[in-house]
C-alpha cells in the first residue's frame, strides 16, 4: 500500500485526485505527508501548491502530529523554490474556507522579486479606532485561544 493509498481520501476532492495521481501535475515535492506541484493558475511562474496527502478541509483540520512536518515541507519548498528561481523571496499563504477555491487545506508559495507587481495582501488594510479598540480585539482573542 503507497503513502497516498493508506490515507483518508475525498473521491470528489480535486487535490485528492492529484495526490492519487488520478490527475495530472507536475510535481516537485513529494514524500508520506505531503504533496507540491505547481499551480495551474499562476500569480508568477513557479508558484507552488503544497497540500497534505490526507484530506484536510482547513488548517484547523491538518492533525496536531502533522503539523510540524507538514510546515517543514513548506519551509523547504520555500527556500527550494527562491533557490530553484533565484528568486529574491517568497510569500506564503493558507486561505481557510474564504478564498479557498478547493476545500483542501492547501499552502500557497508564490516566489518573489521587488518590483513584480504584486502589493502586499490582496486586501485594503484598516485601521483600529484605537489602543482601546486593539485591547478588545486582543482579549477577544485570548479568551478564545484558552477556551481551546
Known sequence: MTAASSTRSDAGCAFCRV???EARSHTVLEDEISLGFLDHRPLFRGHCLLVPREHVPTLADLPPGLVGP???????LARAMETGL????????VNNRISQSVPHM??????RRRKDGLRGFFWPRQKYAGDEEMAEVAARIRAAVQAL
Open 106 to 111: 492547501h499552502v500557497h508559495l508564490v516566489p
Open 70 to 76: 507538514f510546515f517543514t515541507n513548506v519551509q523547504l
Open 19 to 21: 495526490v492519487r495521481g
Open 86 to 93: 533565484q528568486a529574491e523571496g517568497s510569500f506564503v499563504a
